[in-house]
């Protein structure tokens, strides 16, 4: 059974940058399209980007769209979160999880994807 760990998470401050990094243990996800989504407190927990089993296609939510860039190192069994440009809004804790289902609505279901890793915590600061 596969289970995922993020890391990378932290204090930054407003336009600044930061990777967030997930990576797979138990067995390879290369099979498997990925999501990253994030929960910040008191909210519902949003998508923020997918990527496809191959890294060929993406996708974001508009609110991170040109900020964010999602991708994946299969070899690696991990999945790259590239923020950019970063607002106190996108402080929240992000999650990535593997995608099981095979629907593509957009926003993405959360009812999709599984193996939820535990969080990482980001923080911007105005």
């Known amino acids: 059974q596969v289970q995922l760990v993020e890391s990378g998470g932290r204090l930054v401050q407003a336009g600044g940058s930061l990777r967030l990094s997930c990576t797979a243990s138990?067995?390879?996800?290369?099979?498997?399209?990925m999501g990253w989504f994030r929960q910040a407190p008191g909210k519902e927990r949003e998508f923020v980007a997918t990527i496809t089993r191959s890294g060929g296609s993406t996708d974001y939510a508009d609110s991170v769209k040109g900020r964010f860039t999602i991708s994946k190192d299969n070899a690696k069994n991990t999945v790259y979160l590239q923020m950019n440009s970063l607002k106190p809004e996108d402080t929240a804790v992000y999650y990535c999880?593997?995608?099981?289902?095979?629907?593509?609505?957009?926003?993405?279901?959360?009812?999709?994807?599984?193996?939820w890793g535990q969080g990482t915590q980001v923080t911007v600061s105005s």
């Open positions: 138990g067995r390879t996800f290369s099979s498997y399209s």
């Open positions: 999880a593997l995608k099981y289902g095979n629907s593509w609505y957009r926003p993405p279901a959360e009812a999709d994807f599984g193996s």
